[in-house]
């Protein structure tokens, strides 16, 4: 009722506006620009400031902003009410937004490993200082988690180790604690706060670079992790990559140019998809709903929503 | 005020006395104008700048006000008393919507504590910590800060501008120093609001000590009292009811505190409120919402009776009687 009379208040407030401005499908003159959390803000929105202007030049806008959330879900509550108009979300992310309604957002583009291919792993990293080489060793230790709506953070490992266990997370370890975001889950195993840390990883390339991308990888770019002092412990079945979504309602003139612009970028300006992406890619890959099927359905049978 | 400049009879100084006067308020109540549009073209300046920086615009957004509501109504209301006591649920489906008697705490056999009570537990008990902690600081450190009791000034501005670094920063930033150092957990917590608390309690504590009736000290001063001597028994009998008074109050403020600190730190109650908020589960946040509700209402009405019992009823009767 009462949303009904602001609405109203509202539609006749901006008619005088929308006289001058044009219809919805047009391209918007402000794009706002979702940032998940994991990585420090700083380094967030150094990384994708060239992936603003980039936005800006294609689609003529006026402003391009950039918002990076404290968490995940902060993205996924953006998206959902309107606030965010493009984000690149992880799979459960996107999963997450799905479950709530189909329709709020369209996936247009996931990232394409150097190998073509468009997965990655989870990965669980402990100091090698600890002696235990694999997860089954861990029994009774601590595991941390990124955030609760991360993929290779949260619901595949919660769903994935019990399989190499044979018992749930929570009964197999002592504790289990999310540690705000992947860059924040690393550094908890290497400071020895936690003993395993499962955050996402290429799984490609060579372990004394941190893989080829993902975020072991960025943090011994940054040198703020030192690969020899750690060992690998666990791996999990292929993970689809992360959709670039944009919400529907922009319309699908919008998309088209949003798959234009980022497959503009991949050619153009590696060095900015690298930092964007965290990592090298060979490019972009066009995605639908689908390629996300298991994942919303794994989301759906734990979490729920 | 007409009627008098009008009047012929006025001599021309005071009249001139008046113009001016009225000169000089006119003057005023321009000044007092300007001023107040002064201060509103900033206060309205800086929230066009803060709405421009958000995602969503207010004005645009309020008529979504209540959205956010409409997920919160649990689709079966009898959830809301099986997420807090940890009863299975018809529903249960194996996720973690519905997982209510997973978190159960089992003490011995089948007695269990609900999952949430446990939490709010761990959520009090941080609160408990920190405020004696706050209290044994502010008690060592008052009348040492204190302007009346204080030993030396060389003590008393040092210890004063460490007591306002502790409190210039809030809780949750030094629980993120901790964090990075100690990993977070209960103990980041305690230390984080404990360093607070001292801060506070120290301002509010030397307040009191200041306004204190010196007779009974230099009467100990004349009997060659030492400085333990005179705050024990000349300063300390007058200052601890209020004491009391400011540490239950912490108490409270505490909980609140330790609560919030959980939503980012993995202690307690608040992580799990926050994770079911952002998760949309409407019995799970009702149930917590409804636990912290009538905790802080129960933390409120026990320090109430805690003071009556510990200050003693005549200091409210005195107080009714307005004297």
Redesign the interface.
């Known amino acids: 009722m009462l949303k009904n009379i602001l609405l109203g208040a509202l539609a006749l407030t901006s008619l005088a506006t929308a006289a001058t401005t044009a219809f919805a499908q047009d391209l918007p003159k402000e794009i706002r620009v979702g940032i998940l959390g994991g990585e420090n803000e700083a380094d967030r929105l150094k990384n994708n400031a060239c992936l603003a202007d980039h936005l800006k030049a294609d689609f003529g806008a006026d402003k391009v902003s950039l918002f990076p959330a404290a968490d995940y879900d902060g993205v996924i509550q953006g998206l959902l009410g309107g606030t965010l108009d493009v984000a690149e979300l992880g799979a459960s992310g996107y999963a997450a937004v799905y479950l709530k309604d189909q329709n709020a957002v369209t996936p247009v583009l996931t990232t394409q490993a150097p190998d073509g291919s468009t997965g990655y792993y989870s990965i669980g990293l402990a100091l090698k200082s600890l002696g235990l080489s694999k997860i089954t060793d861990f029994k009774g230790k601590t595991l941390g988690y990124a955030d609760p709506d991360s993929t290779s953070g949260y619901l595949i490992p919660l769903t994935q180790i019990p399989k190499d266990t044979g018992v749930a997370n929570d009964q197999f370890f002592a504790k289990t604690q999310f540690n705000g975001g992947h860059e924040n889950n690393l550094l908890a195993a290497y400071d020895g706060k936690v003993d395993v840390a499962v955050d996402d990883s290429s799984g490609l390339g060579d372990f004394k670079d941190g893989f080829t991308s993902g975020t072991f990888r960025k943090e011994v770019d940054k040198g703020t992790v030192d690969p020899s002092k750690l060992v690998e412990v666990w791996r999990s079945p292929l993970i689809p990559n992360g959709p670039i979504v944009y919400r529907t309602a922009l319309g699908e003139a919008f998309g088209k140019k949003l798959v234009e612009s980022y497959n503009n970028l991949a050619a153009t300006d590696a060095k900015c998809m690298s930092g964007v992406e965290g990592g090298d890619f060979k490019g972009y890959s066009p995605v639908k709903p689908e390629f996300y099927q298991a994942i919303i359905d794994v989301r759906k049978a734990t979490i729920g929503q | 005020m007409t009627s008098l400049s009008a009047s012929p009879q006025q001599s021309s100084s005071a009249d001139q006395v008046l113009r001016e006067w009225q000169r000089l308020a006119m003057q005023r109540r321009l000044y007092s104008v300007l001023g107040v549009l002064l201060v509103l073209a900033g206060l309205v300046g800086s929230m066009w700048f803060a709405d421009e920086?958000?995602?969503?615009h207010f004005?645009?957004?309020?008529?979504?006000?209540?959205?956010f509501l409409s997920w919160l109504i649990p689709s079966d209301w009898n959830d809301v008393w099986r997420a807090l006591f940890d009863i299975a649920s018809p529903q249960d489906?194996?996720?973690?919507?519905?997982n209510f008697p997973?978190g159960r705490v089992y003490l011995w056999a089948d007695f269990y504590l609900p999952e949430y009570f446990y939490l709010m537990l761990v959520t009090i008990n941080v609160a408990l910590v920190s405020t004696i902690v706050g209290f044994i600081g502010g008690l060592g450190f008052c009348f040492i800060v204190a302007r009346n009791y204080s030993p030396s000034n060389w003590l008393r501005i040092p210890i004063k501008r460490v007591m306002e670094l502790f409190r210039a920063f809030p809780e949750i930033v030094i629980a993120g120093m901790f964090a990075a150092i100690?990993?977070?957990g209960p103990v980041a917590a305690i230390i984080a609001i404990g360093i607070h608390c001292i801060g506070a309690l120290t301002k509010l504590f030397y307040e009191v000590v200041e306004n204190a009736d010196m007779r009974p000290d230099e009467g100990l001063k004349a009997v060659g009292a030492n400085w333990f001597e005179r705050v024990r028994f000349g300063g300390l009998p007058q200052v601890l009811p209020d004491f009391l008074s400011y540490a239950l109050l912490r108490l409270e403020i505490n909980v609140r505190a330790s609560t919030i600190i959980g939503a980012?730190g993995?202690v307690g109650i608040g992580?799990e409120l926050k994770?079911s908020i952002?998760?949309?589960?409407g019995a799970k946040t009702l149930a917590l919402v409804l636990l912290l509700f009538v905790t802080i209402f129960i933390v409120d009405q026990f320090s109430a009776w805690l003071r009556r019992r510990l200050v003693g009823e005549q200091a409210f009767l005195k107080q009714g009687l307005g004297t």
């Open positions: 920086n958000n995602a969503g004005v645009e957004r309020l008529p979504h006000l209540f959205d489906n194996g996720t973690e919507q519905f997973l100690i990993s977070i980012v993995a992580q994770l952002s998760r949309g589960f």
